[in-house]
């Protein structure tokens, strides 16, 4: 699997703030990137997503940017909440049939902190 | 919408023996069911990629022999850990692609397997 890169491991913000993680890719068959909130001892859950046709996508306090040119995408958390330390993932996907269809590659996670 | 469950939460079991582990799509049926395992404070690793009805294909280096899997229905898939061996411990997810989506992949809760 091509690999996907992520940055920072672990990231301290205090309540209130921007929270930002980095994922840069070298694949250029993905066309998906999906980022992922996961807690301890439970599965992923799936918190926001983009395609290369658009730069950016909010919804909510989360926003995707994505640089198709850099192949870089980044996850912002406006107003970051203690409730929001989890480890995040980014990942991403090709979109063609056949082997290896629709596999997501994850990058390594950011264990995010929130303080009060 | 988009649930995806998985049974048991948690088992232990003896060294030798076999487990099985369900994954059920809840409310979609699921064209696509991938098998990870994460291990703590990592990321998720993809174990293999099963279809309805064929054949699973599993990643390089997972050993098929001693993770079977089976996509009997639309809506759940199988993994049966045989001869468990203490290193087999792990935190095991699926997660379900519907045929309704591209890309979306909704993530169960996990499985936490523990050999003694």
């Known amino acids: 699997q091509q690999q996907v890169k992520q940055s920072p491991q672990s990231l301290i913000v205090q309540k209130g703030g921007i929270s930002i993680i980095n994922c840069a890719y070298e694949?250029?068959?993905?066309?998906?990137f999906p980022w992922y909130q996961q807690f301890p001892g439970k599965g992923p859950a799936l918190l926001i997503a983009i395609r290369p046709d658009v730069s950016e996508k909010k919804e909510g306090r989360f926003t995707i940017s994505f640089n198709k040119s850099a192949k870089q995408f980044s996850l912002h958390i406006m107003d970051s909440q203690p409730g929001d330390s989890a480890t995040y993932f980014c990942a991403a996907s090709p979109s063609y049939s056949g082997a290896g269809s629709y596999q997501l590659t994850f990058g390594k996670g950011t264990k995010l902190s929130v303080i009060p | 919408g988009a649930v995806v469950s998985q049974h048991p939460s948690w088992v232990i079991c003896k060294s030798g023996t076999s487990v099985k582990i369900e994954c059920r799509s809840l409310?979609?049926?699921?064209?696509?069911m991938f098998w990870y395992r994460q291990f703590p404070k990592q990321s998720l690793m993809l174990m293999a990629t099963s279809n309805e009805g064929s054949k699973a294909t599993y990643e390089q280096g997972v050993e098929k022999d001693k993770f079977l899997i089976n996509h009997a229905s639309l809506t759940l898939s199988t993994l049966t850990v045989t001869s468990a061996h203490p290193e087999d411990s792990s935190f095991y997810i699926c997660?379900?692609?519907?045929?309704?989506?591209?890309?979306?992949?909704?993530f169960g809760p996990g499985t936490r397997l523990t050999v003694t």
């Open positions: 694949n250029t068959a993905f066309d998906y």
């Open positions: 997660s379900a692609r519907s045929f309704l989506s591209t890309y979306e992949q909704y």
């Open positions: 409310d979609f049926q699921a064209t696509t």
